[in-house]
């Protein structure tokens, strides 16, 4: 029970969810670039993004940074929104309150 309503199925909030990839998605980028940078590792992985100003270098690596944490947070609040559509079930997280699922 969350805010006096009782909740029959628990689906994933969009934003938790696309914060948690967003960060995910930022670090590997990031450490992809700065490895490669350092060591050479990965180089041709980081050579492959056609992202602008993303390369082997320490600010590429903070522009990858930037870029994976925008498209891990689109891909993740649309993954749940799609997850949730699908199961009919409605978000349960403290920021979009808990309400009752279609099943």
């Given amino acids: 029970m969350m805010n006096g309503k009782s909740c029959s199925c628990k689906?994933?909030?969009p934003v938790t969810l696309g914060l948690s990839l967003g960060i995910t998605c930022a670090i590997f980028m990031i450490a992809a670039a700065w490895l490669a940078w350092g060591f050479g590792?990965?180089?041709s992985m980081v050579e492959q993004h056609h992202i602008?100003?993303?390369n082997a270098t320490f600010l590429g690596g903070?522009?990858?940074g930037l870029w994976g944490l925008i498209e891990g947070f689109i891909?993740?609040?649309?993954?749940a929104?799609?997850?949730?559509g699908i199961s009919r079930c409605k978000s349960s997280c403290s920021a979009c309150g808990c309400q009752q699922g279609g099943k």
């Fill in 75 to 79: 891909f993740g609040f649309i993954l």
């Fill in 52 to 54: 602008n100003g993303y």
């Fill in 41 to 43: 590792i990965g180089m």
């Fill in 11 to 13: 689906g994933f909030c």
């Fill in 81 to 84: 929104l799609v997850h949730n």
């Fill in 62 to 64: 903070l522009v990858g």
